[in-house]
Protein backbone atom coordinates (compact mmCIF):
# COMPACT_ATOMS: atom_id res chain seq x y z
CA UNK A 1 0.00 0.00 0.00
CA UNK A 2 1.26 3.48 -1.16
CA UNK A 3 0.49 6.44 1.34
CA UNK A 4 2.73 8.91 -0.78
CA UNK A 5 5.16 9.74 1.35
CA UNK A 6 8.70 10.04 -0.28
CA UNK A 7 10.81 6.74 0.37
CA UNK A 8 14.27 8.00 -0.34
CA UNK A 9 17.20 7.39 1.49
CA UNK A 10 18.32 9.61 4.17
CA UNK A 11 21.67 10.96 2.94
CA UNK A 12 20.43 11.76 -0.17
CA UNK A 13 17.37 13.67 1.31
CA UNK A 14 20.96 15.51 3.57
CA UNK A 15 23.10 15.71 0.34
CA UNK A 16 20.03 17.32 -1.31
CA UNK A 17 19.36 19.89 1.24
CA UNK A 18 22.88 20.70 2.02
CA UNK A 19 23.05 21.29 -2.33
CA UNK A 20 20.02 23.88 -1.55
CA UNK A 21 21.81 25.36 1.07
CA UNK A 22 24.76 26.05 -0.63
CA UNK A 23 23.28 27.21 -3.69
CA UNK A 24 21.31 29.74 -1.41
CA UNK A 25 24.54 30.87 0.19
CA UNK A 26 26.14 31.27 -2.96
CA UNK A 27 22.91 32.93 -4.42
CA UNK A 28 23.23 35.34 -1.07
CA UNK A 29 26.79 35.81 -1.55
CA UNK A 30 26.38 37.56 -4.93
CA UNK A 31 23.18 39.62 -3.86
CA UNK A 32 25.88 41.30 -1.05
CA UNK A 33 28.24 42.01 -3.63
CA UNK A 34 26.31 43.32 -5.52
CA UNK A 35 24.42 45.81 -3.09
CA UNK A 36 28.18 46.34 -1.21
CA UNK A 37 29.55 47.61 -4.68
CA UNK A 38 27.03 49.60 -5.78
CA UNK A 39 27.06 51.42 -1.97
CA UNK A 40 30.87 51.64 -1.98
CA UNK A 41 30.89 53.11 -5.63
CA UNK A 42 28.28 56.06 -4.11
CA UNK A 43 30.35 56.51 -0.84
CA UNK A 44 33.33 56.80 -2.97
CA UNK A 45 32.21 59.13 -5.44
CA UNK A 46 30.48 61.30 -2.91
CA UNK A 47 33.40 61.59 -0.52
CA UNK A 48 35.56 62.69 -4.02
CA UNK A 49 32.96 65.84 -4.39
CA UNK A 50 32.80 66.26 -1.05
CA UNK A 51 36.93 66.72 -0.92
CA UNK A 52 36.94 68.77 -3.78
CA UNK A 53 34.71 70.89 -2.20
CA UNK A 54 35.59 71.23 1.25
CA UNK A 55 39.18 72.20 -0.54
CA UNK A 56 37.65 75.28 -2.39
CA UNK A 57 35.89 76.41 0.40
CA UNK A 58 38.81 76.60 2.99
CA UNK A 59 40.58 78.63 0.20
CA UNK A 60 37.67 80.78 -0.47
CA UNK A 61 37.50 81.05 4.01
CA UNK A 62 40.92 81.88 4.32
CA UNK A 63 40.20 84.75 1.63
CA UNK A 64 36.86 85.76 3.44
CA UNK A 65 38.26 86.20 7.01
CA UNK A 66 41.46 88.00 5.69
CA UNK A 67 39.10 90.19 4.19
CA UNK A 68 36.62 90.49 7.21
CA UNK A 69 39.60 91.08 9.99
CA UNK A 70 40.99 93.83 7.57
CA UNK A 71 37.70 95.25 6.81
CA UNK A 72 36.75 95.55 10.61
CA UNK A 73 40.70 97.31 11.06
CA UNK A 74 40.16 99.47 8.18
CA UNK A 75 36.85 100.93 10.36
CA UNK A 76 38.77 101.31 13.12
CA UNK A 77 38.18 98.26 15.18
CA UNK A 78 41.33 97.14 16.90
CA UNK A 79 43.44 94.18 14.81
CA UNK A 80 42.91 91.62 18.20
CA UNK A 81 39.00 92.40 18.66
CA UNK A 82 38.57 92.05 15.06
CA UNK A 83 40.57 88.41 15.20
CA UNK A 84 38.21 87.52 18.19
CA UNK A 85 34.75 88.17 16.74
CA UNK A 86 35.41 86.65 13.69
CA UNK A 87 36.91 83.70 15.15
CA UNK A 88 33.41 83.76 17.18
CA UNK A 89 31.75 83.89 14.21
CA UNK A 90 33.83 80.44 12.76
CA UNK A 91 33.25 78.38 15.48
CA UNK A 92 29.32 79.19 15.66
CA UNK A 93 29.39 77.94 11.76
CA UNK A 94 31.67 75.24 12.54
CA UNK A 95 28.88 73.96 14.98
CA UNK A 96 26.00 74.80 12.80
CA UNK A 97 28.12 72.70 10.03
CA UNK A 98 28.07 69.86 12.73
CA UNK A 99 25.08 69.70 13.37
CA UNK A 100 23.69 69.63 9.80
CA UNK A 101 25.91 66.65 8.77
CA UNK A 102 24.61 64.48 12.14
CA UNK A 103 21.07 65.03 10.72
CA UNK A 104 22.10 64.11 7.34
CA UNK A 105 23.32 60.70 8.61
CA UNK A 106 20.14 59.97 10.61
CA UNK A 107 18.29 56.84 8.99
CA UNK A 108 21.33 56.30 6.52
CA UNK A 109 23.33 52.63 7.05
CA UNK A 110 26.03 50.81 5.35
CA UNK A 111 24.40 47.52 6.41
CA UNK A 112 22.98 45.43 3.11
CA UNK A 113 19.60 45.63 4.06
CA UNK A 114 18.06 43.59 0.98
CA UNK A 115 20.90 40.69 1.56
CA UNK A 116 20.21 40.23 5.23
CA UNK A 117 16.78 40.09 4.45
CA UNK A 118 16.98 37.56 2.06
CA UNK A 119 19.12 35.77 4.20
CA UNK A 120 16.39 35.54 6.95
CA UNK A 121 14.12 34.36 4.67
CA UNK A 122 16.07 31.39 3.16
CA UNK A 123 16.56 30.54 6.83
CA UNK A 124 12.88 30.50 7.32
CA UNK A 125 12.44 28.28 4.83
CA UNK A 126 14.80 26.19 4.86
CA UNK A 127 13.29 25.86 8.37
CA UNK A 128 10.39 25.23 6.83
CA UNK A 129 11.32 22.57 4.72
CA UNK A 130 13.62 20.68 7.64
CA UNK A 131 9.82 21.00 9.69
CA UNK A 132 7.55 19.89 6.98
CA UNK A 133 9.65 17.78 4.45
CA UNK A 134 10.29 18.77 1.07
CA UNK A 135 7.59 18.45 -1.68
CA UNK A 136 10.05 18.60 -4.66
CA UNK A 137 12.59 15.79 -5.87
Sequence with gaps: MEDGADRRPFSSV???????VASLMRLDLRLLEAEMRG??????????????????????????????ILAMIHLGVGSMVACLLVGIVLIGGGFFSLHLA????????????ETVNQVRSDVAALKQGIRYGSTQQ
Design 102 to 113: KQALVGWTITPV
Design 14 to 20: VNEAIGH
Design 39 to 68: KTATILSSGACGMAAAILFMLAAFALVEFL
